[in-house]
């Protein structure tokens, strides 16, 4: 697989972060060429923050690293999905994943 | 929640797909503020589908609906999580997910 190939659209991607063992989604960060690189060549995942406008090493101040277990890739060749071993907390308020709140007041049937 | 809220860094923000009993991650696409509000009214998912720039109701020609069980936005409310019983396959390519293939010949250690 070409990594180049899954930036023809755009150069940062958005990237899903899942634990391997429970399956809980626990972010969404983008990726851009170079941190894909490092997330492969390093084991542990690599972003490009936005904000910042900087690579970023998930976990490097905190200490709440990802190690990496698997990376799958979608259909249309720009989204991936981060299979990993999550040490702590994935968010920065200290909750296990980012998704800790739930849209209220809407009811969704069975 | 004011749904404006998830609309002012960008007019279109990543939903990740989820299905709600075994937590399989199954698509990602996008929605803007008009696909959020009728996947609330509706109880099935809608989102923008930027390479024909129109509202798309997922299922509404293949039949392969996804009925909302629960949704969760991130810490930087910036992503949706949408929970979701899929009906038949996610994947326009017939594969129940679209992150159906993985990165080769990379090794995550274990």
């Known amino acids: 697989m ?3 190939s899954f930036f023809v659209k755009s150069a940062l991607i958005p990237a899903i972060v899942q634990e391997a ?3 809980e989604v626990l972010m969404l960060a983008y990726m851009n060429r170079e941190s894909l690189q490092k997330t492969l060549d390093t084991g542990y995942t690599w972003f490009w923050s936005r904000s910042r406008q900087e690579l970023w090493n998930k976990g490097a101040v905190s200490g709440h690293l990802q190690r990496v ?3 799958y890739y979608d259909c249309d060749e720009d989204t991936l999905l981060v299979m990993v071993r999550q040490t702590g907390a994935a968010c920065h308020t200290g909750h296990h994943s980012c998704f800790y709140r739930r849209l209220e007041g809407e009811s ?3």
Chains 1, 2 share one sequence.
């Open 2 to 4: 070409n990594l180049d």
């Open 21 to 23: 063992d429970t399956r």
């Open 69 to 71: 277990k698997d990376l």
């Open 108 to 110: 969704f049937g069975e």
